[in-house]
């Protein structure tokens, strides 16, 4: 977790020390409501965190706009308070990736981290709800609840199935080994549509780009042509290629900006054929299995409903 002002992390239950408005400046939340943060300031010249509150509603509020709800919560009744809430207790699974993962990291590659929790029954049922993501910013970590996770992976996210592929997992209980068992299910021709589909769209903008404005986000096009790459390979081995070594000089060219953008070009085209022929060939079924990740999901909240954290 990262070392925010006060502790004040990803799943902190807070107070507004200021009244909460909406549009038109209506007030929403008076000054003393309770709510949770669920995305911490990006860098240290930020000082705003997103608090989401019961009734669903999300503010950005400042750092000397909230406090810590456990260091005053002497002064509030306790039904005034969502029920306690510790992020880490919750997680089932945490995994590194991004350029660490992909091996294409240097000296200056942040650590990036993704995972799932599983709401406490408590909290699930509560009129706060679970959040379905916490992101903490300074930690450069990320936190989907379950049900949000398994959705995006049966759309075939591909930043949702890569997590379930990192070669860097760094927490795994007994219900995240069962997920990464049945990760295959997730799996499916969607991944042309996902992966190939964002990749072509991003390539647009960078060409736009280039006319407009004459320059190219050169690791934005290598981390584009690395999902080609990884989702032609999902689609012949049914599974997602995570790490490509295989490919490192060339990619961390690109990404230096020491190849031509016209050789970039014509390897995009490449892959992107590649990944055509990968489609016609692939074994993968036309759906992922939606009742596996649906019976998966009602057992583990069957478990959560009689712990008071996950095993």
């Known amino acids: 977790m990262s070392h925010q002002p006060n502790n004040v992390f990803a799943g902190t239950q807070v107070v507004s020390l200021v009244e909460v408005r909406g549009t038109n400046h209506s007030l929403v939340h008076p000054r003393g409501a309770v709510g949770v943060v669920t995305r911490t300031p990006a860098g240290e010249a930020e000082n705003r965190f997103l608090v989401r509150f019961p009734d669903g509603f999300e503010a950005s509020l400042a750092r000397d706009q909230l406090e810590v709800l ?11 308070s969502p029920p306690g809430f510790e992020l880490e207790h919750y997680i089932l699974y945490r995994c590194v990736v991004g350029s660490r993962a992909y091996g294409l990291d240097g000296e200056d590659s942040d650590t990036d981290r993704r995972g799932i929790y599983l709401a406490p029954a408590d909290l699930q049922w ?15 970590s990320c936190y989907w609840e379950l049900q949000k996770f398994l959705t995006m992976a049966l759309k075939a996210n591909p930043n949702i199935l890569e997590c379930l592929y990192s070669p860097l997992p760094e927490k795994q209980t007994a219900l995240g080994t069962e997920l990464l068992e049945m990760r295959g299910s997730f799996l499916s021709q969607m991944i042309f549509q996902t992966f190939n589909g964002y990749a ?4 647009k903008k960078i060409e736009q780009d280039q006319r407009n404005q004459g320059g190219v986000r050169w690791k934005h096009a290598m981390h584009l042509l690395r999902l080609l790459i990884s989702g032609a390979a999902a689609l012949r081995e049914g599974r997602v290629l995570v790490r490509v070594e295989t490919h490192r000089e060339r990619l961390l060219a690109v ?3 020491g190849v031509p953008w016209a050789e970039v070009d014509s390897w995009r085209r490449e892959l992107h054929g590649d990944f055509e022929r990968a489609l016609a060939e692939t074994c993968l079924p036309e759906r992922p299995d939606y009742e596996a990740a ?12 009689g712990v008071s954290r996950i095993r």
């Open 255 to 257: 990404k230096n900006g």
């Open 70 to 80: 456990k260091h005053f919560k002497d002064r509030l009744p306790d039904s005034g």
């Open 126 to 140: 509560s009129l706060f709800g679970a959040p379905e993501q916490f992101e903490d910013n300074g930690a450069q």
């Open 294 to 305: 649906n019976a998966y999901l009602i057992k583990a909240r069957r478990e959560m409903a």
């Open 200 to 203: 072509l769209s991003q390539f």
